[in-house]
């Protein structure tokens, strides 16, 4: 009984983890999707 509480605990804390990564990666590619919505005619041309 012991074990499969630990198992349990074990999974409900990489299911936390998971869940954080998840977030992370989500608004990265938020941030990409409205970085890419920019359109090139929009920048500033680059300085030389």
Same mark, same amino acid.
């Given at each position: ?7 349990v605990?074990? +999974?409900? *804390?990489?299911?936390?983890?998971? !869940?954080? %990564? ?11 999707? +409205?970085? *890419?919505?920019?359109?090139?005619? !929009?920048? %500033?041309?680059?300085?030389?």
């Amino acid at each position: 009984m012991r074990r499969l509480q630990q198992r349990v605990q074990d +999974l409900e *804390s990489e299911l936390t983890r998971m !869940q954080a %990564e998840n977030d992370a990666l989500i608004a990265v590619a938020d941030e990409h999707s +409205l970085l *890419s919505s920019i359109e090139l005619d !929009q920048r %500033e041309p680059a300085l030389t």
